[in-house]
T-cell receptor, first 115, second 115 residues
Framework: EAQVTQNPRYLITVTGKKLTVTCSQNMNHEYMSWYRQDPGLGLRQIYY???????DKGDVPEGYKVSRKEKRNFPLILESPSPNQTSLYFCASSLEGPGHTDTQYFGPGTRLTVL | ELKVEQNPLFLSMQEGKNYTIYCNYS?????LYWYRQDPGKSLESLFVLLSNGAVKQEGRLMASLDTKARLSTLHITAAVHDLSATYFC???????????????FGQGTILTVHP
């Protein structure tokens, strides 16, 4: 089954404790992206990757890191999480990216709480 | 920088009625997407609109794009309860191939359809 998977689905952590949210897709997609969803703000893009080794900032990259060493994986790293990073996070992938007309497939989401 | 604004943000409809959700964007964008999100779920792609005058229809939903007015609409015909969800529009900044990786979302419209 074609899908985007994220782990963990739920995470409660404390300020300053490094964490990684994994994202994996099995559709051989070039493009992957991370978003955060907050009430009243819609989704905001954190980072995206057009292909392996090529990543770029979205609208809200501060406090986050990403890496794309393999096509299928795009982990989101919070080196020193803070309470304002409490949010619902979605990973998405598509064949070439939103500028090329193809459909994005979203993961199930990761609900992160930073105390 | 592309800004995307939806209205209304909340929409309560009776079954059988028609209504329109509006999506205005601030600068040039030649790709406009519509997504649906059910409560507690991930996002699902509805429509991709690629050019001025584009119209797409699926069941009771019809989306259109007017790039000159920087406006996309999502029209709901004879609403049914199953259409209750949050609807997002999203745009790609620029035109002609620039910023292909970025995607900017509107705030979302929470649609509730009552019997």
């Amino acid at each position: 089954e074609a899908q985007v998977t994220q782990n963990p689905r739920y995470l409660i952590t404390v300020t300053g404790k490094k964490l990684t949210v994994t994202c994996s897709q099995n559709m051989n997609h070039e493009y992957m992206s991370w978003y955060r969803q907050d009430p009243g703000l819609g989704l905001r893009q954190i980072y995206y990757s057009m292909n392996v080794e090529v990543t770029d900032k979205g609208d809200v990259p501060e406090g986050y890191k990403v890496s794309r060493k393999e096509k299928r994986n795009f982990p989101l790293i919070l080196e020193s999480p803070s309470p304002n990073q409490t949010s619902l996070y979605f990973c998405a992938s598509s064949l070439e990216g939103p500028g090329h007309t193809d459909t994005q497939y979203f993961g199930p989401g990761t609900r992160l709480t930073v105390l | 920088e592309l800004k995307v604004e939806q209205n209304p943000l909340f929409l309560s409809m009776q079954e059988g009625k028609n209504y329109t959700i509006y999506c205005n964007y601030s600068t040039t964008s030649d790709r406009l997407y519509w997504y649906r999100q059910d409560p507690g779920k991930s996002l699902e792609s509805l429509f991709v609109l690629l050019s001025n005058g584009a119209v797409k229809q699926e069941g009771r939903l019809m989306a259109s794009l007017d790039t000159k007015a920087r406006l996309s609409t999502l029209h709901i015909t004879a609403a049914v309860h199953d259409l209750s969800a949050t609807y997002f529009c999203a745009g790609v900044p620029g035109a002609g191939g620039t910023s292909y990786g970025k995607l900017t979302f509107g705030q979302g419209t929470i649609l509730t359809v009552h019997p």
